[in-house]
C-alpha cells in the first residue's frame, strides 16, 4: 500500500481542520461569521484558532479590526491572527492599499506559508478579504490561496436577499475540488423570498446554515469528521 499523500504545508496531517470563510462580497458579515463559529466550536470543546492573513480598513470608523474581532473570540493576540505588517489602514483591497501605502504586500506563496496552524489547534479558521475574487495577495485573489492551502472547507458566507441565488452559485461553483458550505447571513424565516432563495440553493447539493448554530454542525459534520474516523 502507497503512503498516504502529504497534508498540505501549514496544517497537521491528523489533527487540525482548516477552514476557509469567504464571502459574495464586503460587508455580508464574514468576520460576524466567523467569530460566533469560533464560540460555538469552542464551546462544544474544539480547540480553535483564527488567521487573517492580511487586512485593510477604514480607520475613521473607530471600531475594531478583524483581527481585533476574532481575537476577541478566540483568545489570541490581534497580531497573532493577522500580523502588523499586514494591516494597512486604507479602506480599499489590500495589495492596493499596500500600494497607496507604499509598503508591500504579501504574495500568495508568503501568505499560504503563514496560514499555518499549531498541532494543538482542532479547527484552524483563515478569512479572507472581500468576496471570492477579490484581490487578497500581490499575484492573485482569495479562490488562488484557496488553492493553494487546500481547506478542508471552504465557507461561502452570503445574502438570502433578491440576488443572492447568483452571486452564491458564482462563488461556490468555482469550488468543485474542495468540500463548500453557504452561510445566508441576516437569513429571516419570515421573509418570503429568503426562504425560497434557500431551498433553491439546497435543492443544487449545496450544504446551506441560516444560523450560527447551523453553521458549526455543518463543520463539525464536514469538516471534523476524521476525529471519529469518518471520511
Given at each position: 500500500m502507497s503512503d498516504p499523500p502529504a497534508a498540505p504545508e501549514g496544517r497537521h496531517p491528523d489533527r487540525t481542520s482548516v477552514v476557509f470563510v469567504t464571502g459574495t462580497g464586503t460587508e455580508v458579515g464574514k468576520t460576524w461569521a466567523a467569530a460566533g463559529l469560533a464560540r460555538l466550536l469552542m464551546d462544544s470543546g474544539r480547540t480553535v484558532a483564527a488567521c487573517k492573513p492580511?487586512?485593510?480598513?477604514?480607520?475613521?470608523?473607530?471600531?475594531?479590526?478583524?483581527?481585533?474581532?476574532?481575537?476577541?473570540?478566540?483568545?489570541?493576540?490581534?497580531?497573532?491572527?493577522?500580523?502588523?505588517d499586514c494591516s494597512y489602514p486604507v479602506p480599499l483591497a489590500p495589495p492596493m492599499a499596500a500600494r497607496k501605502l507604499q509598503t508591500t504586500c504579501p504574495t500568495l506563496d508568503e501568505m499560504a506559508s503563514n496560514c499555518r496552524?499549531?498541532?494543538?489547534v482542532d479547527v484552524g479558521l483563515v478569512e479572507g478579504v472581500g468576496g471570492l475574487y477579490s484581490p487578497i495577495a500581490t499575484d492573485g485573489h482569495n479562490l488562488d490561496l484557496i488553492e493553494r492551502i487546500q481547506p478542508d472547507l471552504v465557507i461561502v458566507?452570503?445574502?438570502?436577499?433578491?440576488?443572492?441565488?447568483?452571486d452564491t452559485m458564482a462563488c461556490t461553483l468555482p469550488l468543485?475540488?474542495?468540500?463548500?458550505?453557504?452561510?445566508?447571513?441576516?437569513?429571516?424565516?419570515?421573509?418570503?423570498?429568503?426562504?425560497?432563495?434557500?431551498?433553491?440553493?439546497?435543492?443544487?447539493?449545496?450544504?446551506?446554515?441560516?444560523?450560527?448554530?447551523?453553521?458549526?454542525?455543518?463543520?463539525?459534520?464536514?469538516?471534523?469528521?476524521r476525529f471519529s474516523g469518518g471520511t
Amino acid at each position: 500500500m502507497s503512503d498516504p499523500p502529504a497534508a498540505p504545508e501549514g496544517r497537521h496531517p491528523d489533527r487540525t481542520s482548516v477552514v476557509f470563510v469567504t464571502g459574495t462580497g464586503t460587508e455580508v458579515g464574514k468576520t460576524w461569521a466567523a467569530a460566533g463559529l469560533a464560540r460555538l466550536l469552542m464551546d462544544s470543546g474544539r480547540t480553535v484558532a483564527a488567521c487573517k492573513p492580511v487586512q485593510s480598513y477604514d480607520p475613521d470608523t473607530g471600531g475594531p479590526t478583524d483581527a481585533g474581532v476574532l481575537a476577541a473570540a478566540t483568545g489570541q493576540d490581534p497580531d497573532a491572527i493577522c500580523p502588523p505588517d499586514c494591516s494597512y489602514p486604507v479602506p480599499l483591497a489590500p495589495p492596493m492599499a499596500a500600494r497607496k501605502l507604499q509598503t508591500t504586500c504579501p504574495t500568495l506563496d508568503e501568505m499560504a506559508s503563514n496560514c499555518r496552524f499549531a498541532a494543538t489547534v482542532d479547527v484552524g479558521l483563515v478569512e479572507g478579504v472581500g468576496g471570492l475574487y477579490s484581490p487578497i495577495a500581490t499575484d492573485g485573489h482569495n479562490l488562488d490561496l484557496i488553492e493553494r492551502i487546500q481547506p478542508d472547507l471552504v465557507i461561502v458566507v452570503a445574502s438570502a436577499e433578491l440576488g443572492g441565488i447568483h452571486d452564491t452559485m458564482a462563488c461556490t461553483l468555482p469550488l468543485p475540488s474542495v468540500r463548500r458550505a453557504v452561510f445566508c447571513n441576516r437569513f429571516d424565516p419570515r421573509t418570503e423570498v429568503h426562504g425560497l432563495n434557500v431551498r433553491w440553493l439546497r435543492d443544487t447539493g449545496l450544504a446551506v446554515a441560516t444560523s450560527l448554530a447551523e453553521l458549526a454542525e455543518i463543520v463539525r459534520t464536514h469538516s471534523l469528521s476524521r476525529f471519529s474516523g469518518g471520511t
